[in-house]
């Protein structure tokens, strides 16, 4: 069956500082993988999808980015953190015409 | 574009009592839609979904929710509900490639005793 691994599960970060959230999945090959983020308060909002290796769409513009080294494999990362960078951060897997599956999430606190 | 809306932030009922939650949605043309619970701290979890066919999709947990195209709707239907379904709710509708998901704001649920 399919599995989502992300961590840390929870981050504690001050501003201006680098981030890098991963994501590996297992019992799959070739999924959609995605990132969404959650503010306090706020629905989930998608950051970047990718559909496979080294190949990255970012739905928003804003302070992150993302890359997929690996089929299996799917990185966020920023270079300096904001305050408005703080959220539930969440990795999906997909398939064409197929619910996502999400992984437990990262929480992430800018100081 | 394509869009979701889910006009109850906030609902309370007592354990024992029916529930529906609200969700409209705005697709051109048949939507796939879901609904997902998310617990304190967790991830989302997939209640259920409608692809095709029938109309009303039964899910796990003991929810329902009935698609109806002259409404725009996918509500949450669940007949008694327990303490334990207290947590976030959201209904989210398929939308472009790449099968991205469009969420709406989410429904937070409160089951008093």
């Known amino acids: 069956s399919q599995t989502i691994h992300q961590w840390p599960a929870t981050l504690v970060q001050p501003v201006g500082s680098p981030l890098s959230l991963e994501c590996t999945v297992e019992g799959t090959s070739n999924p959609n993988l995605y990132w969404y983020r959650q503010a306090a308060g706020r629905g989930l909002q998608l950051l970047f999808y990718?559909?496979?290796?080294?190949?990255i769409s970012s739905e928003v513009p804003q302070n992150l980015s993302a890359s997929r080294p690996q089929d299996r494999q799917f990185i966020l990362s920023s270079k300096k953190l904001l305050l408005s960078d703080s959220g539930f951060y969440l990795c999906a897997l997909g398939r064409p015409n197929s619910p996502l599956h999400f992984g437990n999430g990262t929480r992430l606190t800018v100081t | 574009a394509q869009s979701v809306t889910q006009p109850d932030i906030h609902i309370t009922v007592s354990e024992g009592a029916s529930l529906e939650l609200r969700c409209n949605y705005s697709y051109g043309a048949t939507p796939y839609l879901f609904w997902y619970v998310q617990s304190p701290g967790q991830g989302l979890q997939l209640l259920l979904k409608?692809?095709?066919?029938?109309?009303l999709v039964q899910g796990i947990k003991g929810f329902e929710a009935e698609f109806k195209r002259s409404q725009s709707s996918f509500n949450l239907r669940k007949p008694s509900v327990h303490w334990s379904d207290a947590a976030e709710y959201f209904c989210?509708?398929?939308?472009?490639?790449?099968?991205?998901?469009?969420f709406g704001t989410g429904t937070r649920l409160q089951v008093t005793l």
């Open positions: 989210a509708v398929v939308t472009g490639t790449a099968s991205k998901l469009t």
């Open positions: 990718s559909v496979g290796i080294g190949q």
């Open positions: 409608y692809f095709s066919g029938d109309t």
